[in-house]
């Protein structure tokens, strides 16, 4: 993996970075604290981002590339769409990842160390933890959408298999 610093006067990867729709309703200086604990984090091909079971305070923002999620060793899911978050559950309830990550194509991730809620004080640490729990929010309920309709298709391929007259 090669790590490269945020670089508040690049503009091109700041422009990138406005561009993900979490960061979107930020001001620059709420995106200027944000950021002072954010890399980017090149990852080649089946390379490791996230080790299932171990712990971390890292969440992840696919910027390019290709991701597999998997569960003791079997693909889940794939993750290819630009600005996809993971890695935020374990940030959630301070579990041990539930999957491993890994690149399937050479991959640009943006890392974001939440740790750094500890050293914001005042204001800013209210305005950044709200921020944070407003966008956890949104995924989870996102993901329980998709979620409940995958198991409505679920549901539906099975009541039309019981149905089937198999002679």
């Known amino acids: 993996?090669?790590?490269?610093?945020?670089?508040?006067?690049?503009?091109?990867?700041?422009?990138a970075i406005k561009s993900i729709p979490a960061f979107t309703p930020l001001s620059d200086e709420r995106l200027?604290?944000?950021m002072t604990m954010a890399t980017i984090r090149d990852y080649e091909q089946r390379e490791n981002i996230i080790t299932q079971g171990e712990l971390e305070q890292c969440m992840f923002f696919l910027m390019s590339g290709k991701l597999s999620v998997r569960v003791n060793d079997v693909e889940v899911n794939v993750l290819n769409k630009a600005n996809t978050v993971f890695g935020e559950m374990g940030i959630i309830d301070t579990a041990p990842r539930s999957a491993s990550v890994v690149a399937k194509r050479d991959s640009r991730c943006l890392a974001l160390d939440v740790s750094f809620?500890?050293?914001?004080e005042g204001r800013s640490k209210l305005a950044v933890q709200a921020f944070f729990y407003k966008m956890f929010y949104q995924i989870l309920?996102?993901?329980l959408r998709?979620?409940?309709?995958?198991?409505a298709d679920l549901d539906m391929q099975k009541t039309v298999l019981e149905n089937m007259d198999i002679d």
């Open 141 to 143: 309920v996102e993901r």
């Open 146 to 151: 998709e979620t409940n309709e995958h198991m």
């Open 117 to 120: 809620f500890d050293l914001l």
């Open 1 to 15: 993996m090669k790590q490269i610093p945020f670089d508040p006067n690049d503009t091109k990867l700041v422009e």
């Open 32 to 34: 200027r604290d944000v």
